[in-house]
């Protein structure tokens, strides 16, 4: 399952070497769960061809603070996950998750 989202603010922060977190997402966390192993497309809009993405690696959840709650992806960045462009149909929100019952 692939997941477009659209990225306004760049918070994106490097971990590793091409390994990277980007968050804080509204989003159940069973949701998340079964996006791991997907790839993960950066839009700044919805009808504009991604400008970053990569492999999710995994997940958490914002602990406390303004964020509490919220999700941070973890991901490996890919190459072939930028100028990927997808349909305006399906997004909720800023959001559009690809091969998962909404």
């Known amino acids: 399952m692939n997941i477009h989202l659209i990225e306004h603010l760049n918070n994106f922060a490097k971990l590793s070497d091409n390994v990277w977190e980007s968050g804080w997402w509204t989003l159940d966390e069973n949701k998340a769960q079964k996006l791991v192993g997907g790839e993960i497309f950066f839009h700044k809009k919805k009808q504009e061809p991604s400008f ?14 303004e964020y509490q709650g919220k999700i941070i992806f973890k991901l490996q960045h890919k190459k072939s996950c930028r100028d990927v462009r997808t349909d305006k149909s399906g997004w909720s929100k800023e959001m559009k998750i690809i091969g998962m019952e909404q």
């Open 52 to 65: 970053y993405g990569g492999t999710i690696l995994g997940y958490r959840v914002e602990p406390d603070g």
